[in-house]
């Protein structure tokens, strides 16, 4: 019989027929596949006829259409119904995929050819996207090393592997230092913990086999263990510990591999032409260079620093009244911003849960998208890859548009967080087809016959997710490589940070937001307390995040330090870095930047989205408000739709006319009046 995989699937929308997979159906499907795609690059390097746009970039693209089918779907499974059977066969899959892919980047004959047509660019009158696809695919192979040759050649390999490793062990020393730090508590010790974190406590004292409770350093034991403890000495061993992860000497000590990790990652920029790794690393981003990021930090950092310093002494004078005396510490600041939150926006989850029923939120969220972009769902009756998958069709004046996916309850089986993944992307080339997107979120279930309600946050995380959603829904490009939300990663959140924004319109929560039993709409008065909470402490939140943005930039930014915690200090020193405020991340544990290249010099990517979608929405605000038909449609026609055509900046000039300043997230992150 022929894998299911890889026969024609004619299922409606030609969607992944999950009911006929079987798992063991992907391994062989997927052999079957990387020879096919081997055969199809061979074909390309065989061809008698001179390198062109059709016969080597259009025929690249085309490759891989078997593999294709067996990884989407595969790496849909992986994520959201990861039964221990899967996580065998992605951990088989894993090293096969990327020596596969290695293999592909490093071909020098497949490589020549793709630098002759790049080479006569300017004579083959190619439009704006197919120039645009050359470009992009010269300059991946350019990146990825394929232009050098010889002891360069080997050297690059040498330094891709010695990287791989040592990000691999920051990470396991990092997950060893966390099991193996714990500190155990007397039943008196647990006075003032809420039951959450007692039952947690016990929780974990039993998993280490110890005779009572304990608090380890994992962030959801430690962070309300610091908030919530009035046992000053036990916050202040259990914060020194958390600080130090990573750096407690041994063989676990990840500082000698950062310094290592540094120095690799500036001699590869060199060798591919490059001053510094920043200047690599942000060559491909919307920032483009250095300074762009460094002036958008440092405009943050004085308002954040200035909020964060009045907080300190609103906090300070908490705590001497409890006798401490001089300015707060480290260990001090989560426990007495609890005690202020409190005081200042006592908000009752019980009585605001009701409020947030998960169907209506997601009609909100498909209201929304409707009023600004005229989509309409409905909803089949369909099953997916799990029954609890809702799968709905997407249209716009009668037009089949996509077929998303919400796929929203949390499971054993899924790993934890959101997401969304296209299992297949909007494309005419190499071939005509639409969107099937998915959105895979972590809420609660709740028991048969009861209704699914949401947190503030969780309906934040849905809105957030549907944003991604609509980015791939919207998308109108020829390439497949750059559809949807194939754009630069200090681009890829603003469609899923602004669409949060419609979350907190009111005309959008008084008609949604109502009672799970009486029906009401939210008082005015809760709604003020929820979004008002919001900013809480944003001083402080702020401050950690923009010293590790800046740490990352400045570790890459120049030649690598030789004693990175020596330049960590010095930086921090010349920031004027409130003393009570670690960084969100010091560098022996700032996994973000030392386990692999993801946001490495990226770490301020976070921040630059969240600025532009604050300066995004305001365009709503400063026109006809929310729902304003002219800035939705030019939202579309230059955002959404656009993935990554054209470059960033150039598309967010289109929408705006300018490019974003910080004004519209100081005010939304309440750091200026
Ligand atoms: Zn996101």
Redesign the pocket.
């Known amino acids: 019989m022929t894998n299911p995989l890889l026969a024609p699937w004619d299922t409606p929308f030609d969607l992944p027929p999950f009911d006929r997979i079987s798992d063991e159906d992907y391994a062989p499907a997927l052999e079957e596949a990387l020879a096919a795609h081997n055969a199809e690059i061979a074909a390309i390097v065989a061809q008698e006829a001179a390198p062109d746009f059709e016969n080597t970039i259009a025929a690249l693209e085309a490759s891989g259409e078997a593999l294709d089918r067996v990884l989407s779907p595969f790496f849909a499974l992986a994520g959201a119904d990861a039964t221990p059977r899967r996580q065998e066969l992605q951990r088989e899959f894993s090293p096969k995929l990327a020596k596969h892919f290695a293999e592909i980047s490093a071909n020098p004959d497949l490589y020549a050819r793709v630098r002759a047509v790049w080479d006569k660019r300017d004579e083959l009158g190619l439009d704006d996207q197919d120039a645009r696809q050359l470009f992009l695919v010269h300059r991946g192979y350019v990146r990825a090393g394929a232009a050098l040759t010889g002891a360069e050649a080997d050297r690059m390999k040498a330094i891709k592997e010695r990287l791989a490793v040592l990000g691999t062990s920051f990470t396991q020393n990092l997950l060893k230092d966390e099991a193996d730090w714990s500190m155990d508590l007397a039943e008196a010790d647990l006075e003032g913990l809420p039951e959450f974190l007692v039952d947690a406590a016990r929780a974990a004292g039993e998993e280490k086999g110890r005779p009572g409770p304990v608090i380890t350093l994992s962030r959801s034991l430690i962070v309300p263990f610091l908030q919530f403890s009035p046992r000053r000495e036990l916050r202040e061993k259990a914060w020194k510990a958390w600080v130090s992860r990573g750096a407690f000497g041994g063989e676990t000590d990840n500082r000698a591999i950062a310094a290592e990790v540094l120095a690799l990652r500036e001699e590869r920029a060199k060798l591919l032409g490059y001053e510094n790794f920043a200047r690599y690393k942000l060559d491909t981003e919307m920032a483009g260079e250095p300074a762009a990021v460094r002036a958008l930090l440092m405009d943050v950092w004085e308002p954040a620093k200035r909020q964060a310093l009045a907080d300190q002494d609103v906090l300070s004078a908490m705590a001497a009244e409890d006798g401490v005396n001089g300015p707060i510490e480290g260990w001090d600041w989560r426990y007495y911003a609890e005690k202020r939150r409190k005081e200042e926006h006592d908000l009752d989850e019980a009585a605001l849960k009701p409020y947030f029923q998960l169907d209506k939120m997601i009609a909100a969220a498909f209201d929304c998208a409707n009023r600004l972009f005229g989509l309409e769902f409905s909803e089949l009756d369909m099953t997916s890859y799990h029954p609890d998958v809702r799968v709905f069709e997407v249209t716009r004046d009668g037009k089949h548009v996509a077929i998303f996916l919400g796929d929203y309850f949390a499971r054993g089986t899924k790993r934890s967080g959101a997401w969304c993944s296209a299992i297949r992307s909007q494309a005419v080339r190499p071939r005509e087809q639409t969107p099937v997107v998915v959105n895979v979120c972590n809420f609660a279930k709740p028991p048969k016959g009861r209704v699914a309600l949401l947190s503030y946050d969780d309906a934040r995380t849905l809105f957030?997710e549907f944003g991604?959603a609509l980015h791939q829904m919207l998308s109108d490009v020829r390439w497949e490589g750059v559809s949807g939300t194939s754009v630069a990663r200090d681009f890829v959140?603003l469609p899923?940070q602004l669409f949060e924004h419609w979350l907190e319109v009111p005309e959008v929560l008084q008609k949604f937001a109502t009672h799970a039993e009486t029906g009401e709409p939210m008082p005015k008065a809760m709604l003020d307390k929820v979004l008002g909470a919001a900013n809480f402490d944003m001083g402080f939140q702020t401050v950690e995040y923009v010293a590790s943005a800046l740490i990352d930039l400045e570790f890459h930014d120049g030649a690598a330090p030789t004693d990175p915690m020596a330049r960590q200090a010095e930086v921090l020193e010349k920031l004027g870095m409130p003393s009570a405020i670690p960084m969100r991340h010091a560098t022996p544990q700032f996994a973000h930047v030392f386990s692999g290249d993801g946001y490495s010099s990226g770490y301020y990517s976070y921040m630059w989205s969240e600025v532009m979608d604050a300066d995004a929405f305001a365009a709503f605000e400063e026109a006809g408000g929310a729902f304003d038909p002219e800035v939705a449609a030019s939202l579309e026609e230059n955002i959404l739709s656009k993935g990554g055509s054209v470059e960033a900046a150039e598309l967010y000039e289109r929408f705006r006319g300018r490019l974003p300043g910080v004004e519209a997230l100081l005010k939304g992150r309440g750091l200026v009046a």
């Open positions: 957030h991604h959140e899923s």
